[in-house]
């Protein structure tokens, strides 16, 4: 077990509020992904207003058009006050650019959802919207790690990382390919293209992705910080699988729908959301890696080294 | 000297926010852009079909197939959408009469009438969003001709035009509101037109440089008139069954029929 380090309130506060800037991002995505699935992105003509007001009649297409502004809104200011509290009491420089570069990054997304609505979706522009919302979901979900008690103020160490192949770059390159696959599955949904490499994207995914959990259940299961979002990214990686397989089926049992239909849009929504917590999930275990672990051209004599550590 | 500077640069990004935010964002027009600004007005000397020569053209479209099952909207998802209708409301996609002739088959001269221009009709051509559907389904329009657009419904609507080779343009029109006036500049077969409040309201509007044109309705029946004596391949196009067309050649004062069959979707 790791040690618990007890920090001032404030500190406490702050990695509190991150973790809560993590729960509103994810719920923005999921509003964005029911704009798409209902097809209202542009139930809205104009913009930054909506029908030139703050709060147009909520109906049909308008509440998910509408409904994602008012989360984003929400999301872009509480942004303002994570970015002013990280700088204020976090010591880190690189924590504190990341809290100005999260707030960057939610301006830049707003104003591409403006252009989204103002050029009529542009394919391009819709997919660089929904990419951008899944790294901003990794600047909060960073920050939220960063600032927690146990990654302040742990040991520089808890075990040796593999030889061979490295644990550290094994998460990296995990992430990578999730993050890849996100990019394939909004340009999928967004300009209708490439399911081939969408599909052969998620064996790629789903194959990195065991092999990284499977090696922290074999080597690490003792290091809390490692096996728990090990355990939970596995479960993740499984269920987006299912609902991969079941956009597909939906989409083509709808294809000639009048309508979106509400299993098309809850799958199809729950695909997207689950690919958020698949990307999340295995970003913070490639920071769990590399916080924990010892590079291994640096081995460390540690008190416990794990059970096949070494080999 | 380094907090003053990320200072200044966080009071900045939050004066640019409260800007964008709080900015200008005019509520969308309800009646402006009526006049055809890209005019549609023909380029070069207006023909003038002589009447005493006019040939005309008739005919059905016909449906081949099993007879698809209309396909109801779900008004469910707004009351004031809902409230209009006491019997269920089917999409307008494939309609059929009794007799399997098809409605809101779009009939046109394709080609045959080489580079002659037409005059642009004065007259306006109405597309209703009533009971939270188009009325009618289809229209065709001259290039440059004006189509009024009316909500008569109690709920807001916004009327989004998604054309290839026209531009593109999308209006809120709340009820109540002013008539909206278009036009549109470039020929063009056909413009799907969607409200994206409500994702079942589909609509067609033809563009076409002369007034050729007609659209099938309850007998599954089109005429042309006026025609000037020719060869010309005529289209019939729908929305679900794709386009088929046929070659004609009409003398001075001929009258001929014509039908199509559009066969249904393997």
């Known amino acids: 077990m790791q040690p618990r380090v007890e920090l001032p309130t404030q500190n406490r506060a702050l990695h509190g509020f991150a973790v809560f800037m993590v729960g509103c991002t994810f719920l923005l995505i999921i509003a964005g992904a029911l704009v798409t699935g209902n097809e209202a992105g542009l139930a809205v003509p104009d913009w930054p207003l909506s029908y030139g007001s703050l709060m147009p009649p909520m109906i049909g297409g308008i509440f998910y058009e509408h409904g994602h502004r008012m989360v984003a809104s929400f999301v872009g200011l509480m942004t303002i006050v994570l970015a002013i509290w990280v700088w204020k009491r976090d010591d880190r420089p690189f924590v504190r650019r990341l809290g100005w570069i999260a707030l960057a990054v939610v301006v830049t ?49 808890a075990a040796n990382d593999l030889k061979g192949v490295s644990m550290r770059r094994l998460s990296v390159c995990a992430t990578a390919c999730v993050y890849g696959q996100l990019i394939l599955g909004a340009a999928l949904r967004h300009a209708k293209a490439g399911l081939f490499w969408h599909v052969l994207g998620a064996f790629v995914v789903a194959l990195l992705v065991t092999w990284t959990v499977a090696r922290v259940y074999k080597y690490y299961a003792h290091l809390s910080s490692l096996f728990r979002p090990a355990i939970v990214l596995g479960i993740l990686m499984a269920a987006q699988l299912s609902l991969g397989v079941g956009s597909y089926l939906v989409r083509l049992a709808s294809r000639e729908d009048v309508q979106p239909g509400v299993a098309m849009v809850a799958v199809t929504t729950a695909h997207v959301a689950t690919g958020a917590a698949v990307l999340v999930a295995c970003l913070l275990l490639t920071l769990q890696c590399r916080r924990w672990l010892a590079p291994a051209e640096t081995q460390l004599q540690l008190t416990s080294v794990p059970q096949g550590a070494t080999s | 000297m380094k907090r003053r500077l990320e200072l200044w640069l966080a009071i900045s990004v939050f004066v640019l926010l409260l800007a964008a935010c709080g900015g200008g964002g005019e509520q969308p027009t309800e009646t402006t852009e009526s006049k055809p600004t890209e005019s549609g007005a023909p380029a070069g000397p207006v023909t003038t079909v002589d009447p005493a020569t006019a040939a005309t053209l008739t005919g059905k479209v016909s449906f081949d197939g099993e007879k698809p099952k209309p396909r109801q909207i779900r008004m469910d998802a707004e009351a004031s959408c809902a409230s209009l209708h006491k019997e269920p409301v089917y999409a307008e996609e494939v309609v059929l009469n009794d007799d399997k002739t098809l409605q809101h088959v779009f009939v046109y001269v394709k080609e045959g009438l080489g580079d002659k221009t037409f005059a642009t009709p004065s007259e306006t051509v109405v597309l209703d969003q009533k009971g939270c559907v188009y009325t009618p389904h289809m229209i065709g329009v001259q290039v440059g001709q004006t189509v009024k657009i009316l909500n008569s419904d109690p709920t807001t609507h916004n009327i989004h035009p998604v ?104």
């Open chain 1, 109 to 157: 997304q707003g104003i591409l959802g403006g252009i989204t609505v103002l050029f009529f979706l542009p394919a391009p522009i819709s997919v660089l919207h929904a990419c951008l919302a899944q790294a901003f979901l990794c600047i909060v979900g960073s920050l939220a790690l960063l600032t927690s008690h146990n990654w302040r103020h742990g040991p520089r160490h």
């Open chain 2, 163 to 266: 054309p290839a080779n026209n531009r593109e343009w999308n209006t809120s029109m709340s009820p109540g509101g002013s008539p909206l006036e278009r036009t549109f500049p470039r020929e063009e077969v056909m413009i799907p037109v969607k409200c994206n409040v409500h994702p079942w309201m589909k609509s067609y509007i033809g563009v076409l440089k002369h007034p050729f044109f007609a659209v099938t309705g309850k007998g599954g029946t089109f005429e042309i008139k006026g025609l000037p004596p020719g060869e010309y391949t005529i289209e019939a196009w729908h929305e679900k069954l794709g386009a088929t067309t046929q070659k004609v050649t009409l003398a001075a004062k001929d009258s001929k029929a014509i039908d199509f069959t559009l066969k249904a979707a393997s």
